[in-house]
Each structure stands twice: as structure tokens, then as C-alpha cells.
């Protein structure tokens, strides 16, 4: 690598250091939003951008900002950037690495005195994982419109801590004009969460936008009834229609292209749940997801045909109420074209895939042009202690990110010395 | 009916007013044992009892007797019975009707002054139905010496009560020195909890025995995983696993005849059981019952292969624990004949058929010849208000007991007239 690669010493210190906070004993990490982990990340990374020379806000919902300005007085900004909370027990790479990586994209232009026409920013998104507070990617939500501040403020964890008391207590409720200003594009580099790069041995993934999910609970109203008195052919057995139609869930996925996805996660109710009794009312839910919004509704419509069948052939009711849809999101493709780009100048092969799951750049590309940064998960794990990626990998997503940010904040292109 | 038949009027006002016991809104009874409103039933049958002449007494498990002395000194008893308890929220005929029928196939005895050789008794066993102490029958239980008394007693409701507490609190505790003496046989009337005799338009079964019981919970181990990111490949769903064993389950019972039963009742865990994830492990329990003890565990043989082949289809790992078997109960061939034959004197079609329910008469069968008698349950429901039995078939049911009793209690199968 030339003069004006990143520092990779530096980023591994760094992610190190910050895998130590709320570190779990299984090498993962506990830092859900605004806990006192989440309070010890944020301190940690203020000061990193402090150290850097980076100018460092706050802004309403509790969202980080580090800003090191371009050449042109007043032009947008290329933001990079992702979320230092955690799942209980989530892995070290899954938001991480993606805000340490943009603080080491802006630090090394800095520090290489790189003439950039853009400022850029570093952003740590307050609550992406949504885990202490539902919905999750509250805060860029907010920024981006998608919520209102005072819902995502009343939002309650399960103790009945408001997302607002939460922010004040650890001291990170900034002020609303502190907020994003104008933006030329957004890029994050995030971990697939998924097997496909780790299968393929291919380590960019080019995401061409976010899969669109929709969410349905399926109720079926069976007869509960003896299990020793009921002959066979005289029941109406919720549960066995349950099984018929989570199965048909996925029979309808794997009929929709190697893209679909459908999962049956959780049974909120049998009843009456005894070992002895025939289950009259099961209620469980199906999870759809689809790049494509058309063949998503598709799935949905199928799967409700198949459920009215499977009851019709069970003699049971089943309703499936389809309570939650998000629509697919597709990427810039300037932005999509300029990852490629990069990471073909590096050498690196490429995918260009969507992304499963949600991320904040999903709602920021209601309001930026953005495209995101794939690194190979191992086994596809994700969410989990057992996360992990090759330490290779990360830096290659990094560096992708550097010379695609750089491109586009304007006049490095060249100076990269690509 | 002949000058020895019951009073069917003063069988109706009994059995309303004990309908009225612990009644509910929808028209059933919460009588769970042990309970204020068990209390109120038993003194109402003790009243009753001792208003027609009968030697009350109570034993150390609370099971109260009325005996009528028979003309033979020191003969084995013919003995009637069954159980005053319900489930929460259950019907008004189960165990009831049995208990009542028994005092007036007693009391009538009495009234018409029948000269039978052996004494008759009537029984009200306690906790029959095992919901609000597990495990059911746990009276007759220690009867028949199946359970200790010391394990009874130190059973447990939810509220931490035991029962030896709950016997003392409502003033049931008798004495041992009182249990039921020699017997010549035991009868129980009860309602079918089961559609057949109704489906057919048969009003009275003549129940051969009581079906056998294997009990087994299933635990399936997957792989808990993202919901968007993991391709359907790629998966090893525990919860689609456990669909597709539920349904074998069921394919196991269809394919041992119309006498098999096979219900997956329970959904006992789904790990994490969240709508965005692939479930993990996950646990369900089944219950296989059969006449035929080696046709039950040959079913059970059977659906242990399906998991395991099920398992490996899925790639998922999966362990069934067989942790509980009642085995078959074949009743007494000469007390099963004696009911078919009074069935059929008092003209009424019959239908031999074993019992899918436990019932007290099958730890009774353990010490003593055993009979019993089913009537029709409308739609087959039980345990819940809406059970229902005719008030004809009931009755018819009530003289069926009568004649068997009185013939088997010698002396009288003439005096009958029938």
C-alpha cells in the first residue's frame, strides 16, 4: 500500500480497546444502548476523535458526530459511519468495526494531509440494534423522517426506562441542531451477518440495498379437545395446522429465488399447551424478505393461499394479519459503483449482493445517496459471542471504504495514488 | 320400568344441585379438589348419604363411602363410584354423574328393600382429575398401592399448598382403618369425553379397559440465526424440524388404526422465539395412547425413527425421552360381560370400547374386578362447560349401573324383574 493508506496498527489497537468494553466472557460483547457500557464506548470514541483533531458534536438523540472539513467552504459532507451499541451478547465486529473504520478513513486523510473539496464525518448512531428499545435505527429514523423525535424519545425498555431518560442519564442528549447537515453520500461498513461471502471466498460484498421484509402473525383456531377420547379423524388440531403452514412458509420462499427468505421465529401462544390435550389456538409468526417489493407482496399472497388451504384440509379458522412492511431500499447506484470501484482497484473480488438484514444506512438513504461496504462473516454468524471476522477481511472493508470516501469527497482520487 | 327401577326424579334435583356447586357462568363447574366449593359438594353427598340410611364414612385420602349392608355377613362389597372434583372450568357431568348414579342405584336398593347378598357402596374418590395436584388419581391411587401416602400427601398445588394441607383445611382427613374393605367388584358410570358414542348413536359403551399412555418430549438443537441474512440453504431450523416430527406423529397414529391416538400438545420452549430469527432449539412433548401395550410401544419405536430421520434431513440434532408410560388396563372379562348383558335387558344398543381417558376404575382394576359404563358426550367435549350428555342417556346409563350392580350383588338379578 502507498503513503496514503490507513493505519493499520492504530485501528487494531483501537478495536481492541473497544472490544473490551462490555466485553462477555465468550469474546463477545453486552453494550446495549445507553447502559453504562454504551456510555464507556462513547467516551472512548469522543476522545479518539478529540485526539484526531476532528470536531466532535452531539446531537438530540444522543447520535455522535466527528467532522474534519474539506476545501470548499459550505459543501456537503461524505459521512461514514455505523453503531457502537450491541445485542446482549452480540459479536465485536457488528457496528464497530464500521464506526472505528470511518474514524480511521478521517483520521488518515487527516493525518496524510489529504486536500479534500468534502468534509467528511464520522457517525455512531445512537440505538441501531433496537434491543433495549424497540424499533430498532431510532436515531437515524429520526434524522432521516421515518419517526417523529418524541415517539422515538417515549419509547420504554423492559423496566419501563423511556429512551429519553436513558439518553440524559448517561449524558449524551445533544441538541437538535447539532443533527446532520447536508450530505453528499453515506457509506457504512458493516459485517454480513450472513454465510454468503464466507462460503464464496469472496471478501467485498457490494450492497446494492436492503432486502424488503414484511412482517405477519398467523392466528389458527382449532378445537382443543382430550388427547385419549378424540379419534384422530375428529380433530381440529391448531398446532399440526400451525406445522403445515410454517412449513409452507418456506416452500414458498425456496419457490421465490435464492434471494427469498421466510421465517417462522416464534409461537406466541398454544393453548392450552398441555401434554395431554389436543391445541385449539396457536398463534406464530412469519418473517418474508425480499430485495424485490413485488415477488415480496408475491410470497405474502401465496403464503395466505396456503394457509386458507391448509385450513380448509385441517377444518380449522386461520387468520394471517400482515401488520409490518418495509419496503426494499436500492442504493445509489453512483455511490454502489464507486464501492465497486474501489475495491476492484484494490484487487479485491467482489459480490454485489443485498443486504438481510436492516442497517442505518437504510434510512439514511431516504435522505443521502448512500451504499454500504460487506466484510465475510465466519459461518454466517451474527448476534452471537461467536461472531467473527478474519482480520484481514476488516481491513480490506476498510480500505475500501477509504479510497471510495475519498473518491467521493473529491481531489484524492488521484492524490490515493491508485 | 318395573317397581325396582330408580327415582329418576329425585336423580334429577341431585344432580342440579350439585350442578349448582362451584357452578360457572357458561353452565359448567370449577370444583378443583379440596377446594371450598369441593367441600360444599362432599357435604352435600354426605347429607344425602346419610339421609338414605347409608354407614358414611371417610378414609385417610379423604375418599368418602356410604355403605349399604348386604344379607351375607362379612362379603366382599359391590362397589360404585367415582369422582366429585373437576378441572377449572370443566362440566358438570364428569364424575359427578357417576357419583350420583351410584347413590341412587344405592338408595333405591334400599327403598325397595332388595335382598342382596353383599354389601353396596358408594364412593366419591379424591382428586381424580390430578389440576390442582398432579398427578390424577392419586386417591385411588394409593388405594391400589400405585402411590405411597407419604407421596400423596406431600403433592403440591401452585400456591405451594399440600395436599395433606388442603385435606385438613376443609375437614376431609379420615382414617386409614376406613379405606375400602374386601371387594367383589367396582363400577364406575361416566361420560364418554370422547365423539364415538355420539358420532354413532350409540347410547351406551362398554368400556374393556382404559387405553395405554406413553408420554415424550422431544428436544430438537438447531442453530438460532438471523432471519435476513441466512439463505434458506443455509438454515437448521429447529422449529421447522419439530413441524415436520409433530406431523409424523401423527402419520405414526393414523397408520396403527382407529384405536391409536397421537397428540403434540406442548410447545414447552422455542429458543430465542423471536420474530427476526431462525429458532434454535427447540422443545414439544407427545403423547401416544393405545390398547395394546406392545402396539404402543411399537408406535413409539416408529416416531423414534421419524425424528431421527427427520433430524438428519434437517441437520439438526434432536433426543426423544419416553419419561412416562401408564400401560394398558384390561377390565374384568365377567364385570365387562355382566354390564353388556343389563345393557342389552334394558333393550339399549351398546358398543364395546376401550377408555382413551384414565379413570379411577383403572387403579380399582388393580385390586378388584372392574366394569365401566360410558354414555354419550355431545361432540365428544369434556373438560370444558360446554360438556353435555343427554339427560335420557344419562339416565339409561344410571339403570345399566343398576342392574349390573344389583346382579352382581346377588339376590336381586330376578327381584329386578326384568
Redesign the interface.
Known sequence: MGALDINEKRLRERFDAMSAVGATPGGGVSRQTLTEADRQARDLLRRWMEQAGLHVRVDDMGTMYGRLEGRRPGAPAVALGSHLDSVHMGGRFDGALGVLAALEVVESAKDRGLALDHPLEVINFTNEEGSRFAPSMLASGVLAGAFSRDYAYSRTDVDGVTFLEALEAIGYRGREEDRLGPVKAYLELHV?????LD?RGIPIGVVEGI?G?T?SRVTVRGQ???????????RR?G??A???M??AA?DV??AAG?Q????????EQ?L????????GTVRF?V?F?HPDGDELDRMAARFQEEVARIAREEGVAAEVERFWTSPPVRFDAGVVDAVEQAARELGLDTLRMP????HDAGLMARIAPTGMIFVP?RD?????EEEYTQWEHAVQGVRVLARTAYRLAGGAGDAHGA
Open positions: 454480513e451477518q450472513g454465510p454468503i462460503r432486502q421484509i412482517w382443543a379437545n382430550h388427547a385419549g377420547t378424540t379419534p384422530m379423524d375428529a388440531d398446532l399440526l400451525a406445522a403445515r410454517m412449513l418456506r420462499a425456496r435464492e427469498a427468505r421466510a421465517t417462522t421465529g416464534a409461537v398454544v392450552p399447551n398441555v401434554i395431554n390435550a389436543v391445541a409468526t418473517d424478505r443486504s438481510g438484514a436492516g462473516s454466517g454468524k451474527s448476534h452471537c
